[in-house]
Each structure stands twice: as structure tokens, then as C-alpha cells.
């Protein structure tokens, strides 16, 4: 297997920012790709070791061009998360001034966190869309527009300078980004983990998604995304992307998954693996630590003997 | 082990009849005692290999007395169960007409069953009340009282002879008779078994028994029995004895039971047996066969291993 | 109507007792029966205002003959409740020592609560079971027996004397009593009441039980009595005797109870009346305070209205 | 308040398509604004009386971009919807064959629908995205592309002619559109209605979605539409977009949004409005229809008068 992950790209994004985060991509060589699908199709296909993808973000929630490509096609895994706070620089080439800037680019999901800033500060300013914020880079460079909005880190790889830096409309902007590889065995327990499936119903009926998120909550599972997304079935046809807090080798986890299994059309395992916030999940309700479990079964075991 | 049952007696009442339809009573010595606990602390002293006593009826319910006993001291399972549909004899001694009854007799809980037939058919008649419909009977003999209300069985017994039979005020009026013995292995699932336990909840608060019973409901399990008996802490503080569908080797049965022993403070098994009425267990809820809960298990295990 | 309250007799019962602490009692005339049925039914036929009756104690738990009564008939509520606890006076004819004790009687259901006395201070005396403690202390009066267990208020109504108080096997025995009458407004909400029904299934499924509570548990409405009784549909039907907190003119407790009329096949109403522990209702769950129900619904009015 | 409905422009796209099955649309002044924020935006300062936007598709799900709009700033209601059966046209200059075209172009949501087409009919045409499907239409008018892919009625509208018509990868792409305006009374129930909410969870806890889903649940509610959108609180929080079936005047919708108005930090009210597919709720669950609901509050009415 090729010692490479596969990102959305261009080079200078924040998907590569985020990447590089990960020890160990520093032993691997990183990949560009122009879309999520020909990123995860890289790993699909044999020729990327993983791919390194964003699924999350504060203002737009789940990435449903993500989600749609785990959850259709041949199964795919999620063996690492990273979460990066975003905030941009104003990227302009060297010696431009604030008061030069006729005209600014960026990828259009950069707008909402950029707006009031231009707003306050260059008014007058006018949009333009980029494919990437690294090309709004590019094209500066370029010299077709004045400034690019993107991520510090790109300035060096264009040869421009940050005019601003730390940059962002609404507080606590975070996307967040998972490794995908192929189905393997996931990573043991770190103690602070999530996982992440996704639920067919087997039929629609009054209460049905409540039974589901039932197995979970009877568990004390906390759940952390919960994104519908079209079956291909038909409008009003949908099922239901999740994150859980725990492991699959958490009783409570295998037992929530099992129930999953038997009442669900289908479910589709996408892994077990580190929070990238380090939190321990929070097994607040009665009865439902690894010990309690053991000894449950343990004890329905020992009645099946008749010792007890 | 000695190869006897202890049952609640004296002999000739209805609990010895309903003993006597179990094929394995032919070959055991069948010893009367003159109380539910007395049956059941020969069992626990090892004196009887099991004890037969009466543990619901259709006019008073779950018997009280009987359920109190398998609730507290050394643990006891049940192994068989008897259905008797109960109607009365009038016994009276060989030549007695109906119009030379004064005086008729029977135990208390034989009153609600006779009282029409009675008010039709001997409006004048006294009541004496005894200690079993048995010793009614015998009191019949002895030339104490005109007549007797008993099993028709108990009539050559004491030298007595039916004068009408048959007698039953209430419809489907039936007695349900439990086998108890020491714990053992509970017999292997018979295909319409239903399962014994006694549930404590951990602390009392809104929702806590409708929780304890989601664990049988989520499953698919029906209830057929939910008697509240006191814990001895106070007025107001309540144990459950549950009669639920299915076996301990069923594995939704199997699950349910680890679930209440996770979330209850204490659950005595109170064992796995055939019921008497040969239903099998309706599983109406999709996802809830065995075959169901081996496949969701199997795929759990495969996700663990990231192979499907 | 006769200002009279009908009672479980004799006099000088515990019944009798307890019905005293009612400062209404002192203003009607207190008329022993023979029975909690007879005594009902003196308030059916309208002979009597009310009926105070045991109901439930921390021994036997719910007393089944009050409450097959109050499930079945012409219709009654519960207006008052009283807690007693139970503990026995030894009384003896004047003069009597505890050697000269040779036999001791009461009613079976005192028997429980004397045990280990007795076997520490007369273990050879013989037990005779009387109809009714106060009865038990009569036949002493007349010389039968030697000594009675009663309340030690029975005492002086018997010319008797106590040779011992405060005998009771288990702490914290208590009965409880009910005062009844024909249907009526309930009393205004004292702040810590309970409310008392009986439920019938609209049909025997999986779950059937549990959604019936969860019309309690949504609402973060405690339990505190659930006592199953025979229908009289032959064994294996139960109906749900079941006292909850609050009033019924609290809004969550209003709610409930539509909630169960909507879903069972028959809803009795026995009444909201105050608590003898005259503890406040726990209203634990957010949401569920009447100023929020009340809210709640005016803005569902308004948005009805399109004003918001 | 002009007689005017905005819709997202441009003139020509489907969207205009499905505002004109409207009857009421025929009466108005229909303006094309460039964002469905723009359209709103006019409604809200009052200088249109709806605004009419795509809110659901087929392939997209929930359009983030209307839900977001609805979900914060000055509260709006939907009021009708429109559901239109997505096909394209294949729209040339007049005289072009299809062995003519070498550039094709759409709006980018356009591409997933003819792709397939495309691969079958024209593998080497180059794809070129357009800001709408119209906006391609006008393009190709003026001669920069040789052929636009855009609904069949927009080729009157810019002097081209349809090369194929019926264009679809996907059957049953749907797109659902609404009609939004001011706070104001609902329509009348039609019997077949649906209502829209968006709930913010008092705190988040295991359990915390599945107890909303709950108060639909119980009260045989069914669910249309599901769609989690940014709080804007930080990566993580949620709120949740729903269509349930029903009408807020029907008795158990209204107590179903007390219910969650009482659990929920917030409830915002969308409006209740005619099904586009006519259909009428399932009222499968017994216990659930209007007369129960009437039934059970006159019931407990006259259960706090103590007559019954």
C-alpha cells in the first residue's frame, strides 16, 4: 500500500493545515486532490493509504459532499479527526496597502466569517469568487486580484505578506476534518473516543427515529452530530449520519450497535476512533460502565447455570 | 436428594389435584404441609426436592404469600407450572338430599366461587368457614357441618358423595400452581416459556418502573404478570415480581435481564420455565428473534475487526 | 344527608383509631361494620357520608379487599388519608402476670408484627386467631384467652390493662387509611397531595404497561402506589391501581390523566386529596411546573393566532 | 402591503416554475431577487408579501441556505408549499444538432442530474457552470455556449429551442418549495397539513433529541423532514428543523408543541400549511384523533367537578 494520503487540496488550504497536524502525516507523502469524491476514490481505488477530508464545520454543519460519499459506495472508515479553529489572513503582495484593495477574494464558505470584518475595513471592496482560497492566493500572485483571504500559512507559499491576520466574523469557527482509509480493525480505545454510523430505518413510522436514538439514550450514549441526508429514495426519504460519544469496544457502544443492527433497514459502521477534543465521554447515567456490563452478563450467565 | 414434593395441603384439596397432572409427581412421594412456607423451608432445608403452592388466581390475583416467600431468604427457582380451572363439587354425606342442608362449608377463597349457586340454590344455608375445603369436607364426614364445597376428587376420600358438581360463579375462574425448587439449571427452552424475576429499584424516582419495564418493551418481551409486594423498608416501598414471555435462553430475554441487573439495585432470577398454557411467545417486534440478535452480534464483532 | 362516617369495626380498632386523628370525625357519628365491603356499600346506599377503610400497609402491601371494591361498583373517591403506625399493646384482665400467660390471640395480620416477641417472652404461649384484634380483647375480657395484641387504646374499652406497649416486630410499620365517599369536588390542592386511578389496557402488547407510565414519567410524576388486580377476565387480566403525586388540578397531572383516557380502555378517578406525609409533590423535571404548562400553551395559542 | 411575491431569481429557473402552480401567484406581481436571503429580506421589511424559495430537494436534502434564514433573524411562517418534478431540457440556438455542441453549461446542482446523460450522449462536450440554469439559457442566447441545461419552459423565454426534453439521472428528483410570509393566523386546516418547527435544546444530554422526537411520538406524530443546522454556539450545537404531519389546530399537534415549548430552550413556530402531496396524516395510533383528545379533557373536566 502506498505510503500517501490523498486531501482536498490545492496545496495552502486549510485541509493541509489540518493535515499537517497529524504526526503521522509527516511520514507520508501528501496528495492534492480537486474534490472530496477523488480524494476518498484514491483510497477506494488502492492508490492513497488515506484521505484526509473535511466533514464538519460551525457555521455549515455536517459536509454533506462528505457524508454522502461515506455513506454510498464501497465502505470507507474514519480512523482520525482534527479540529481547527478558522481565521483568515488578508493576503496581499508585498507593499500593498489596505487603502490599494479594489477587489478581494476567497472560497465562497469564507464569506460568512469575513463579512463584517470587510465590511468595517474595506467597504467598498469587491467580491470575488475563488475555486480555493489558496487560488484567491494564487490569482494575487497573479496580479488579478488585490487580496486573497486565506489561511496565514499560505502566504509563504505564494510569495505574498498577511496585510491582517485573525480573522473571523463568529467566535469559536472551527472545522473539522477526518482520515479515511479502508475498513480495518479501528484503533483501540483511547479513552476518549467517538463513532460514527450510518442509519437506514426499515420503515417510516410515527416514533421510528425515536426508537433509534432510543438505543443510544437507554445507554447513556451521548450523541454529537446528527445529520439527515437523502436516500436517493426520493424527497422526504433520509437517513441519518451519527456520532457517538464512546467506542465500539465500550459495552454500551457494542450493545447500542447491536440494537441498531436489528431494528435498522441497514447500518453502516464508520468507525471508532480519537476525539480530537480529548474529552472522556460522560457516563452519567447508572448501569452502564464496561464493569457493569461484564458483571451483568456475568450474572445472566450464572442464572442460565442456576448458580447464583 | 429425596425423591419427594411437599405441596400445600391437606391432601384432597385442589393444590394436590394440580399436582397430581404432573407426570413427574407419579414418582415422587407427594408429602402435605400446612403452609406455603413450610413447603418451601422443607424445600430449602433439603428435605423435599421441590414444593408445589399456588401463586396467582383469577379473583385474587398474585398470592401473596407465595410471592413473599420466593421474594426474601434463600433463593428458590421455579421449574413447573399448572394451570386448574376451578369449579366445586357440593359433597355431602351418602343420602343427604339438597332440602336437608342447613350448615355448608369451605375455605374463605371458596365463597366469591359459590356465592350465587348458593343464593339460588340453599338461600337459607349457614356459612362455617375452614381451615381448606379439604377440612371441610372432612368436618362433612365427621357429621359437623351438612356440606362441603371441594374438589370433586376429594369426595371418595372422606366417604362423601357429590350432590351437584360443576359449581363456579365466575367463568375462566383458574388457579395458577407453581414447582419450586433449589436453584439449578433451568430446563432447556420448551418453545413457550416464560421467565420468573423479582426487580428492586435502585432509587425511586418519575420514570424509574416505566424504565425497568422499557427493557423488557424495547425488546419485544410481553408481560404477563406485575405484582408490587413490599420491601419491608416502609409503607410505600415496593419490589416487583414480573412474569414475563420467553425463556433465559432467548436472547432478547437474555439482554432484557442484563439490562434490569445493570439499572436495578437487586433482580432475583426466579427461573425459566414452560408455561402451562403452551402459547409461544408472540414476537411481533421486528428485530427481535434470536436468529436476529446471533446476526447483530456477528456483524458487531466483524465491525470490531473492521471486515464486512 | 346522615353526618356519619361508616368504619372497618369494631371499636377499638386500629381503624377506629386512626379515623379519630380526623378532626371531621369529631363532628359525625362513627359507625363500626363488619366489613370494608358493608361499610362501602353503607356509603353507596347513602347511609353514610363516608367510609374510612385500610387501603394498603407496609406488611401485606395494597389491601386488596379495599381495593377490588373502590375498582369496581358505582363509582367513589378518596378525600382523606391517614398514616398510622402500627404498634401492639399486650393487654391482660388486671392482676395478670406475664408467667400466667398461656394463650394469646389477635387477628392473623398482627401475628407478623408480634413474632419475635413472642418467641423471646412467651415462647410456650399457643396462638388463637381472632376475628379482629378489638375481638381478641373481648374474648380476654371474658376469660378465653389471657392475652390480646391490640392498640393499646383498646384497653380501657375492654376493661383490660396493658402489660406491655410498643410491640412491633419490624420498624417503620405503618397502615394507611382512606376515607371515601360518593363523588364529589375534589378538595382544593394543599400543595402535597396524590391522586389515585385505575387503569385498564385497551389491549395486552409489548409495552402496553410501560406507555401507560410514561404518560406519568414525560410529566415527571412520582409513583407511589401500583397495585395490579384481577379484572375478573380470567387469570393473567390485571387493571393498575395506581396512586401518583399532584393534584389533579395540577396542569401535569391533568395532562396525565388525558393522556391515559386517550390511551386505555377505561380510566376510574379516585380522587385528589393530601398527602398524609404531607411531603410536596418533587417537580425534579424541567418543564414541568404548572407556570410552564401555562405558558407552554399560551404561546400555542398565539402562534394559532400568528402572533409571536 | 404590495400585492408582490419574491422568489429566488432569476427569471426562468424552476423555482419561478413552481410559483407559478400557485393559484394566488396568478394575482401578484412576482419579482426575481438574486439570493433566497434578498427574497426574505424583502418580506421581512415588508416590501413583498411572500417570498417564495426552494427549501428541500431530492438530492441536496434540506437547502441549508433557506433553513438558516428561517431559523434566525425576524420570525417568518411558511404558508404553502409546492413540490415540482425536476427534469431537464437540453436548450440550443435554433438550428443547432446535437453533434454541433462542444460546451454545455447549468447551474452546478444541475450536474448531478444529467451526468449520466451526458456520458451517453455528448462524453467530449465541456462543461461550464452558469450562476442559475437560466442564467446558461441567457449565455447560450448570446452565443458563449452552444447549449444550456435548464427546465423546458425557459426556452421561449430566451429564444431557444429544446435539442431533448425529460432529462433525469435520478427518478423522483423532486424539489420542495415554500412560500413564506410575515407572522400571521394560519390557513384553515385542509386535512392533509404539515407543520414546521425548529427546536433548541434546553442542554444537551444523553437522551436530550431522542425526548423531543418523543413528544411527536406518543402522540402518533409522524415526521416529514429532520435537518440539524448550526447554532452558531460553536462546532457541535445544534438545532433541529422539523416537518411533522398534522396542523397545529388538530389537539394532538397543539399538546405535542406545548410539550416540547416546555422541555426546549426554544421553540420557534413555522407555520402549519396544505401538504403538496394532499395527503392526510396517518392517524394510526389509537388514542390520538381529535374526538379522543376533546373526549379525554371533557373528561378530566368533569373529573374535577366530581361528576362522572
Redesign the interface.
Given at each position: 500500500m502506498p505510503a500517501s494520503y490523498a486531501y482536498l487540496g490545492p496545496e495552502g488550504t486549510f485541509t493541509e493545515a489540518a493535515l499537517r497536524t497529524l504526526p503521522e502525516a509527516a511520514t507520508r507523502e501528501l496528495i492534492p486532490y480537486v474534490s472530496v469524491q477523488s480524494a476518498l476514490d484514491a483510497v477506494r481505488a488502492g492508490e492513497a493509504e488515506g484521505a484526509f477530508v473535511p466533514i464538519?464545520?460551525?457555521?455549515?454543519?455536517?459536509i454533506?459532499t462528505t457524508l454522502d460519499e461515506l455513506v454510498a459506495g464501497a465502505?470507507l472508515?474514519i480512523y482520525r479527526e482534527v479540529?481547527l479553529s478558522i481565521t483568515f489572513a488578508l493576503l496581499v503582495r508585498p507593499g500593498t496597502k489596505l487603502s490599494d484593495i479594489k477587489t478581494v477574494s476567497a472560497h465562497p464558505a469564507a464569506q460568512p466569517q469575513v463579512r463584517n470584518w470587510l465590511r468595517n475595513n474595506l467597504p467598498d471592496a469587491q467580491w470575488e469568487s475563488a475555486a480555493s482560497n489558496a487560488d484567491a492566493a494564487r490569482l494575487v500572485q497573479e496580479g488579478q486580484y488585490d487580496a486573497a483571504f486565506a489561511g496565514e500559512f499560505a502566504a509563504a507559499m505564494y510569495g505574498l505578506e498577511a496585510l491582517e491576520t485573525g480573522i473571523h466574523d463568529?467566535?469559536?469557527a472551527?472545522?473539522?476534518f477526518v482520515l479515511v482509509g479502508r475498513?480495518?480493525?479501528?484503533a483501540a480505545p483511547s479513552g476518549a473516543d467517538k463513532t460514527s454510523v450510518v442509519l437506514w430505518q426499515?420503515d417510516?413510522?410515527?416514533?421510528g427515529?425515536?426508537?433509534l436514538?432510543?438505543e443510544?439514550?437507554?445507554r447513556?450514549?451521548?450523541?454529537?452530530?446528527?445529520?439527515?441526508?437523502?436516500t436517493?429514495?426520493?424527497?422526504?426519504?433520509?437517513c441519518f449520519c451519527i456520532d457517538a460519544e464512546g467506542h465500539?469496544?465500550d459495552r454500551r457502544v457494542?450493545?447500542a450497535?447491536?440494537?441498531l443492527?436489528?431494528?435498522c433497514l441497514e447500518?453502516r459502521?464508520l468507525g471508532s476512533y480519537p476525539r480530537a477534543d480529548m474529552k472522556a465521554a460522560?457516563v452519567?447515567?447508572?448501569?452502564?460502565s464496561d464493569e457493569?456490563?461484564v458483571?451483568?452478563?456475568d450474572?445472566?450467565a450464572r442464572?442460565?447455570?442456576?448458580?447464583?
Open positions: 464538519e464545520n460551525s457555521v455549515e454543519g455536517g454533506t465502505p472508515m479540529l463568529a467566535e469559536n472551527q472545522t473539522r475498513p480495518a480493525r479501528p426499515r417510516d413510522h410515527p416514533g427515529l425515536r426508537d436514538l432510543g443510544f439514550a437507554t447513556g450514549i451521548n450523541l454529537m452530530l446528527l445529520q439527515s441526508r437523502p436517493g429514495a426520493g424527497i422526504g426519504n433520509y465500539i469496544s457494542a450493545e450497535l447491536m440494537g443492527k436489528r431494528i447500518v459502521f460522560d452519567r447515567l447508572p448501569g452502564t457493569e456490563f458483571s451483568a452478563a450474572w445472566v442464572c442460565q447455570d442456576g448458580r447464583f
